[in-house]
């Protein structure tokens, strides 16, 4: 196909060899199929600020550190070059979050850089080599529907254990290859640490994909991850090695947390024991 505008400089450079075809276009981006050299790969392509629907990116920016003094200055202004350095940390929050989850154990595409706003990254493929499907394009058995939505509650886990929320997580953000899930769509990866919204756009991420999954397995519809997951993060108590139950009890005035927490860590502590019976059952 005719090679886009946008795409060119990354031919001209070497970095792209041809464009196959379009793959999508979404709210803030349209992708690509490339060959690179010996590989396809994706070349995703971040729409103009002015063109681009995905609504309140303030929210979502908020906390993100500028290290230079000029640009975060003008970035507060709001004058042209400011707008401008506001373009370039949305366009290299992806590809920053990218190699962090990567690194993290969290399944994503894995990314080969940002060349003036073209994300070049893997494609995601199902074992026929065809583009993978997203999470909402397919139906599953209420066994795997369990299995893949504690994957995500984990993979969760693992970018809040890294300082990252996905912020815009769904059916729509999430391909399924033949090994599980894999996690899309990162330019408004909110800064856990930094961001006021940070708590409510985590139960938000939780909420959408237990609602999905618990179409197949309905039991999950009375889980509450998403408050169990940051009550743990906001103690200090959230690691790769944490287990989740599900399980929250809502405090108030006359609660005591410390007895809160103890009651989970009993529940969890069966729950694993629970497990355990079964494995040697099936030994």
Request: net charge negative; charged share 25%; hydrophobic share 40%.
């Amino acid at each position: 196909m005719k090679i886009p505008k946008r795409i060119q400089p990354l031919v001209d450079d070497g970095l792209v060899d041809s464009v196959l075809q379009q793959l999508m276009s979404g709210k803030e981006a349209t992708v690509y199929v490339v060959q690179c050299g010996d590989f396809i790969r994706c070349a995703k392509v971040y729409k103009e600020a002015s063109k681009r629907s995905f609504k309140q990116a303030v929210l979502y920016s908020e906390g993100r550190k500028v290290r230079n003094g000029r640009r975060a200055r003008a970035m507060e202004k709001n004058s042209k070059f400011g707008r401008e350095q506001q373009e370039n940390v949305w366009q290299n929050a992806e590809v920053d979050a990218l190699y962090k989850l990567a690194d993290a154990g969290v399944r994503v595409p894995q990314p080969y850089g940002c060349f003036e706003g073209v994300l070049l990254m893997d494609l995601i493929t199902d074992e026929e080599g065809c583009a993978a499907p997203r999470l909402n394009d397919i139906s599953m058995s209420e066994e795997q529907a369990l299995e893949d939505h504690l994957e995500i509650m984990n993979y969760i886990v693992s970018m809040l254990n890294v300082g990252i929320i996905h912020g815009d997580l769904s059916e729509f953000n999430v391909l399924v290859d033949e090994r599980g899930p894999v996690i899309i769509d990162l330019p408004q990866a909110v800064d856990a640490s930094a961001n006021n919204n940070a708590k409510r756009m985590l139960l938000r991420d939780v909420a959408n994909m237990t609602r999905y999954y618990s179409q197949f397995a309905p039991q999950l519809e009375q889980s509450k991850y998403g408050q169990e997951i940051w009550m743990l993060y906001e103690a200090g108590l959230l690691s790769s090695n944490t287990v989740l139950t599900g399980i929250f009890i809502e405090a108030n005035k006359e609660t005591d947390v410390d007895n809160i927490l103890h009651e989970i860590t009993a529940a969890r502590e069966e729950y694993e024991e629970n497990n355990q019976r079964i494995l040697e059952l099936e030994l």
